[in-house]
């Protein structure tokens, strides 16, 4: 069975399309791959964080995991810092990386650009990025665009670490996502849905209650034609809206177009609130219910028991490898 890795920051609650785009293809993959979900707290601190809030959305996102669906008798979930075998192999690969190569890459090009101190977390994190998937032998990453070049100096590290060394490393191949849709912005329907959008109107996050969600539906940007068409090019805002109605609600598009013919964008909102509301229910019900139980307490402790287990064995071949400690 082929591995899987895949991380994400506690920067923040989920969106609904996060959840579209990675945590229900998360769900599938489980149930063909050895998959390892990572909370990569670690990455989180290259930029300031308040630990109070970033303890709180460790935890929260965890639950979340596990709430859409992640079942921890088929996959592994844990929490980066608690397997002291990343820091210690990103150090490593770390020492193999060239400053050039890490000033090239675009994320730290444009985090960095106009700023007169920058964290030198931000240009060494993808040598820890790259720890995160070769403690594992992982085979295959899902990665997004935005991360597809940090994937390929995870491919060069660990070539250029066997060849120097010893051919210990597995080189990843990148996991892309099944065509899926790309949920856009509810202000801005030209821009994808984020987390970090400063106008809360913009998303709809996993946590949201049902008045805030139907707030944000009703407020969701369309056009003044009124009708209940798909057209991505002229009607944008209203063909998010119909995508999201389409997957919460497991209907086609046509199936919703044919419905609300005759009828306006209210009735449509509306309706699409009450979808987007019962699918989140159960999932923010037994997240509450894990947010602060000793069930998820005992989850995160086995996740990491066995991550440590298996990045540890590999930590100690890296090591051997490049000549660190006393051999025996």
């Known amino acids: 069975m082929q591995t899987i890795f895949s991380g994400i920051q506690p920067s923040g609650t989920i969106t609904i399309g996060n959840y579209i ?3 229900t293809q998360f769900v ?7 998959c390892y979900f990572c909370i990569v707290d670690q990455h989180a601190i290259t930029v300031a ?14 639950a979340l ?10 996959a592994t979930l844990f929490i980066q810092s608690e397997v002291p075998a990343h820091a210690q192999a990103a150090w490593m ?50 990665v997004g665009e935005d991360q597809k070049q940090h994937l390929e100096l995870t491919r060069d590290l660990a070539e250029r670490f066997n ?47 049902p008045k805030q969600i139907e707030k944000k539906i009703k407020s969701a940007v369309t056009d003044s034609e ?27 598009i046509e199936e919703i ?12 909102k509306a309706d699409l609130a009450n979808v987007v509301v019962g699918v989140l229910k159960p999932i923010q019900e037994r997240y509450y219910q894990l947010l602060e139980s000793e069930e998820l307490n005992s989850i995160l402790d086995a996740g990491a028991a066995k991550a440590n287990q298996v990045a540890g064995k590999m930590v100690k071949k890296m090591e051997k490898a490049m000549g660190l400690g006393r051999k025996r």
């Open 163 to 209: 060849k120097k060394y010893n051919d210990i490393l597995t080189i990843p191949d990148i996991k892309v996502p099944k065509v899926g849709a790309r949920i856009m912005s509810l202000q801005e329907p030209t821009k994808k849905m984020s987390k970090s959008d400063p106008n809360q109107k913009g998303f709809i996050s996993m946590l949201d209650d």
């Open 93 to 142: 690969l770390q020492c193999i990386s060239y400053i050039g190569e890490l000033e090239r890459m675009t994320q730290f090009k444009d985090k960095s650009a106009g700023k007169e101190a920058v964290s030198a977390g931000l240009l060494t994190y993808p040598p820890l990025m790259a720890a995160d998937i070769l403690l594992y032998s992982t085979n295959l990453v899902p």
């Open 257 to 268: 177009e044919n419905k609300y013919t005759g009828k306006g964008y209210g009735d449509f």
């Open 28 to 34: 599938e993959l489980q149930n063909d791959y050895n």
């Open 21 to 23: 785009g990675a945590m």
């Open 226 to 252: 009124g009708i209940v068409k798909y057209d991505k090019v002229n009607k944008p805002g209203i063909s998010n809206l119909l995508t999201i109605y389409s997957i919460f609600s497991n209907q086609s």
């Open 65 to 74: 995991y596990l709430a859409c669906g992640i079942d921890p008798n088929k």
């Open 49 to 62: 964080q308040d630990p109070q809030t970033l303890r709180k959305n460790i935890r929260s996102l965890a």
